[in-house]
């Protein structure tokens, strides 16, 4: 079993950026696709951005061009570069592999003001 924790959230005003972090309690270089979701109030969690072992990357369309996932296999971290952040970007932030297999952290909070 892995052990995820996620860090790096915050409060920001629209147009700026965040960097996410998740990392792994161990290797993650075996884990074919790994992900961040997000869950806002009163909505089911979905996932927003994946990567896969060979570097391969897709996002969901609402963030698309604006959200960068990359992994530091070295680290065990994934990360999740947020720029030109919306309030519609405001969610609770976790990462899992993709289909989520793994427990899920404690996830990190995302908060964008207009």
């Known amino acids: 079993q892995v052990q995820l924790v996620e860090s790096g959230g915050g409060l920001v005003q629209a147009g700026g950026s965040l960097r996410l972090s998740c990392t792994a309690s161990?290797?993650?270089?075996?884990?074919?696709?790994m992900g961040w979701y997000r869950q806002a109030p009163g909505k089911q969690r979905g996932l927003v951005a994946r990567l896969t072992r060979g570097g391969s990357t897709n996002y969901a369309d609402s963030v698309r061009g604006r959200f960068t996932i990359s992994r530091d296999n070295a680290e065990n971290t994934v990360y999740l570069q947020m720029n030109s952040l919306k309030p519609e970007d405001t969610a609770h932030y976790y990462c899992?592999?993709?289909?989520?297999?793994?427990?899920w952290g404690q996830g990190t909070q995302v908060t964008v003001s207009s």
């Open positions: 161990r290797s993650i270089v075996s884990i074919s696709v």
């Open positions: 899992n592999d993709v289909p989520a297999t793994y427990f």
